[in-house]
């Protein structure tokens, strides 16, 4: 043999020896070392390389490539420290290594360490999970209009596939992914604004004027939502009522096309996957169907989220009311303080400082309890203690704090009447609030001197609606348009010539100012 077939054969015996093995964490928790180790924003750098290696399709990395492209925070490090830390995250299981045999130029070259570096299945996994992590936490509550719209429409597409001759299992299956898919992000979304939507500390620690376009803007977000919500709520319920019939034949199809990929030989076979597969499309229509139509003595919670938007405007105003009072320097319990101490240091004499110490901390006589009946009654009331008579306790009141034994409990009086009768005004009031709203809600123009005679409830319902379009109106000549706070009906109202006059009598007086143009629309009538 001779000495070049002698070089080659142990060329081939070393690279087999300097093939290192995968590095597989025993403990899964291995995995997690690196965020809370000594050096943990060291490793952290490293790892944020190789997971924008994995987003751009590239197998493998050298150390001398890492230290190139990691973003270090204190300066680039030395490369013997960047092998050290690749070490360690490769016998932590984050990082596979293979050795680097490219750059091999003599015997020498392949006997130094070289090695290329790789995430391994546990790496990715870890930093899918702290990337999932941090767009958690940063992620801003948002309000979905665009998602009520996405769920009317696919329930709108499923209602026309379920009533074709023959099903399309493909598309039904489609439609209901997308529709799962639109309905759990206005889920998240609407938990995440429910949990914190006012921003309250934020709020305390801001400016003046970003507080106050902040009102603004977030105002007019949820009035633009709430109406939304609204109009949507009706229009999916009524969907999905119409699809409650055979909505349970549809998830079947969907179900049995899902079970045809079941794996042969696993721990469940087709039948039994088509039965779990059934069972979580059940559980996702029960969940949409909750969201939009009352369950039992559960209203559904789209009304639950508007009622939790209406509440955060008072939430808003009462976060910039607090910081309204801590900009406005009012005084402090320390500065009344030194305030009386000045007070007291400026008393002429003793007699006055007492007094002005009675009026501070309303020191004043106790006489006016009547704890002994037979006590003078001439006794004024500053006498001194140490002068008066002592009064005599009983013993009663030492042990239960009371002169006189309780007596028997009143009994429990039966207030079925007051709560039918006040069960009757509301309802007698619903109907003529409603009755008030049809009467003016015709969505036609019509001008306030055509009014005519309205009734106590018809006038106030007409006032809070001129309210609430007088307040956004920019000025006395200029048309205004909006929708009133709890999103059921829009206002447009015009004003007429500055010499017209509209007079509406009511049982309070008689109305009168500038003749206006108005239009009040149903939103329910306006889909």
Request: with cysteine; glycine share 6%; aromatic share 6%.
């Amino acid at each position: 043999m001779t000495e070049r077939e002698n070089k080659a054969k142990t060329f081939k015996v070393d690279l087999g020896r300097q093939r290192l093995p995968v590095h597989i964490a025993n403990d899964p928790a291995d995995l997690f070392r690196h965020v809370s180790a000594e050096k943990a924003a060291f490793y952290r750098c490293i790892m944020d390389v190789f997971a924008a290696a994995k987003r751009q399709y590239r197998l493998q990395l050298r150390p001398d490539e890492v230290l190139a492209e990691a973003r270090w925070p204190d300066g680039p490090p030395r490369i013997e420290d960047v092998n050290t830390a690749l070490t360690q995250l490769t016998e932590w299981g984050n990082l596979e290594s293979h050795p680097d045999t490219a750059r091999v130029a003599s015997l020498s070259d392949f006997y130094r360490a070289r090695f290329l570096y790789r995430l391994s299945q546990g790496g990715e996994a870890v930093e899918s999970a702290l990337a999932v992590f941090v767009q958690t936490l940063q992620r801003r509550a948002e309000l979905q209009t665009v998602a009520l719209e996405d769920i009317a429409s696919r329930l709108q597409a499923l209602q026309a596939l379920a009533e074709a001759t023959e099903p399309d299992a493909a598309k039904i299956h489609e439609t209901l992914r997308d529709l799962v898919r639109v309905f759990e992000s206005l889920a998240e979304n609407a938990q995440a604004f429910m949990a914190g939507v006012a921003r309250s500390i934020e709020l305390q620690q801001a400016e003046a004027g970003v507080v106050a376009n902040y009102k603004k803007r977030l105002i007019d977000y949820l009035e633009r939502f709430m109406g939304d919500l609204v109009r949507r709520s009706d229009t999916i319920a009524r969907l999905i009522l119409a699809l409650e019939p055979g909505i349970d034949a549809l998830l079947g199809q969907v179900a049995e096309r899902e079970s045809r990929d079941a794996a042969p030989g696993g721990a469940r076979d087709q039948v039994e996957a088509r039965k779990d597969y059934l069972q979580a499309w059940r559980e996702r229509w029960k969940g949409l169907r909750g969201w939009f139509l009352s369950t039992g003595h559960e209203p559904p919670q789209a009304e639950l989220l508007r009622a939790r938007a209406r509440s955060a405007i008072p939430q808003l105003l009462a976060a910039i009311a607090a910081l309204n009072e801590r900009r406005s320097g009012r005084s402090d319990r320390s500065a009344d303080f030194r305030m009386l101490a000045g007070w007291f240091a400026a008393c002429a004499d003793n007699g006055e400082a007492h007094r002005l110490a009675r009026a501070a901390f309303a020191l004043n006589p106790a006489r006016h309890f009547s704890l002994n009946a037979n006590a003078d009654a001439e006794l004024p009331a500053s006498t001194s203690w140490a002068d008066a008579a002592p009064l005599k306790i009983h013993p009663r009141l030492r042990e239960y704090g009371e002169a006189a034994p309780r007596g028997p409990l009143p009994r429990v009086r039966d207030r079925a009447e007051e709560r039918a009768f006040l069960a009757l005004q509301l309802a007698e009031e619903s109907l003529q609030v409603e009755a008030a709203r049809k009467r003016l809600a015709t969505s036609r123009p019509a001008r306030l001197s055509d009014l005519g005679e309205l009734d106590i409830h018809a006038f106030g319902l007409f006032l809070g609606l001129l309210g609430e379009a007088l307040s956004e109106q920019a000025g006395p000549d200029t048309p205004v348009e909006r929708q009133t706070g709890d999103g059921l009906l829009h206002i447009h109202l015009k004003p007429l010539a500055p010499d017209s006059r509209a007079t509406i009598n009511t049982p309070h007086g008689v109305f009168a100012g500038r003749d206006h143009l108005i239009t009040i629309t149903p939103l329910q009538d306006s889909r």
